[in-house]
């Protein structure tokens, strides 16, 4: 026998369920249901009641003596569980290997449609639910039987002493409460506090701490490890180690639980940002490296509630290619939150999280071709994300489209990410490489909450979802733009603001024609945005993210000698004056937006 097969009991409750009712528990002790149901708390009362008909407590024992470990039983299991997955299977295994099976409500019905023998919780503990089935498992029959440790004679005294047998395999996952909150129709308060679990991750908790001497499961796709495991053929070594990781596993189970039960709490009572914060996270792959094969990576999904049901990059869909790496992620991530931030069909082309082509046109094709020939050498190996779905012809372009700078070389990219395929856009697209990335994603756009890292700390801020029609764009310089210069204006304006910081665009027509990003000063960045523009910057427009600290011979002064027909920026320079003085000389029209667009 193995280690993990030790003396004791298997006890299976569905706590899990509200399906039990006092009515019928009181009915198997013969203790009236209105007596049973008036319960509050002190023993005392229901045991006298019991004495004036049975001959005091040797009800309670006659009721308890029947889950005492037969001779030949391999132990008792605890099974508690609302996701029935996988218990008949479960159930079945065990009663083959000699367990005794103890359960309540929906998981004891369950158990017996399968044909396995079970015992009611209740003739553990002699006491029977209570609160609408609040009370079931938590008694002293249940925890001492946890959370006894076999190898101190006190304990097994103690526990002898008050006729308590002993447990060694908690099964136990919890009510639904995420489903519950998360549901199309939004549950009531009183609902979803229903929905708390509180029994079942006291067993949970007390299986795992006494991991030396029981077994806990939380998972049901864990069922058939643990039957492999307690049909024998481990070293104790072996057996101590696995239920040392069930154990970790299950105050794992426990502390995501309660992150969800904190997280929605406070979105119901409070206001800001809340005084403790833990974020559920799921290993969803483990990464070849980081962003240098130096540095160990692997990437999470977000389990909170914040993130439920809002789509991108953490939940795609990954059709074909080579397994993602983690600059992967965070340049699909910056490509896919910038093409879904336009409203018209759009094509964005990202290296290294920054946008070196974008472009907006009713005939996405179009638009594809377009981001490409902004910047040809900075978009080969990049990543190419669209905010609408993939056709054949699409995918065609993609797979054939060839570099502008020598009309030869065929474009090679990491990624093509879009909110759809059609079924041939999708063959026709596999058949660029075997090595791209095709991903479908949910579309998203900047929401959100944010959160990074800094040493020792974490900083979070709302996403920066500010579109240019929530934006008022005020003209400060004499002339003033035309239509087609305001429209070119904001498609710039909404290009910055995905372009880190120090960042300026250059835009016209719905394309970018160029962007300067990262530099330590704004002059620089103005410089290169406008030699990527080349001589399409004649009548062009700028957009910077934030104000212009100087203008003469400086920012402003040199995009408006290249040509550049307006300018939009948020203002607040104490040298605005330079900024609009200079603007009215040169003839070129200048926007204030009172809004920064900053990216770190």
Known sequence: MSAIATTGRLVLTSSRSFAGRVGKTAARLQVPATEAAGFTGS?????QQQAARSSSRAAVAAAAAPVMAAAGSKGKALISVSDKTGLDVLAKGLAELGYEIVSTGGSATAIEAAGVPVKRVEELTGFPEMLDGRVKTLHPGVHGGILARRDLPAHMSAIEQHGIATIDLVIVNLYPFRQTV??????????????????????????AKNHEHVTVVVDPSDYTQVLEALGGGSSAEEALAFRKRCAWKAFQHCATYDSTVAEWLWGQVGEGPAPEMSVPMRLAQGLRYGENPHQ???FYTDASLAEHGMG???TAVQHHGKELSYNNYLDADA???????FDAPTCV???????CGVASRDDLLEAYRLAVIADPISAFGGIVAFNRPVDADLARELREFRSPTDGETRMFYEIVIAPGYTPEGLEVLKGKSKTLRILEAQPRAPSGRSLRQVSAGWLQQGADSLQPSAIEFTCVSEKQPTPEQLEDLK????CVKHVKSNAITVAKDGKLLGMGSGQPNRVKSVQIALEKAGEEVKGSVLASDAFFPFSWNDSVEIACQAGVGAIVHPGGSVRDQDAIDCCNKY??????TGVRHFKH
Not at 185 to 196: G, L, M, Q, W
Not at 335 to 341: L, M, P, Q, R, T
Not at 587 to 592: A, I, P, R, S
Request: glycine share 8%; net charge negative; proline share 7%.
């Open 491 to 494: 498609f710039a304006w909404l």
């Open 335 to 341: 490509a896919y939150s910038a093409a879904c931030d």
């Open 312 to 314: 991108g990059v953490g």
């Open 349 to 355: 082309i990202v290296k290294h999280t920054n946008p």
């Open 182 to 207: 998360t549901a199309a129709t939004k549950p009531s308060y009183e609902v979803a506090v229903e929905n708390i679990d509180i029994g079942g991750p006291a067993m949970i908790r007390a299986a």
């Open 43 to 47: 023993i005392a009362p229901i045991r």
């Open 296 to 298: 160990e990576a692997a």
């Open 587 to 592: 003839g070129v029209v200048l926007l204030t």
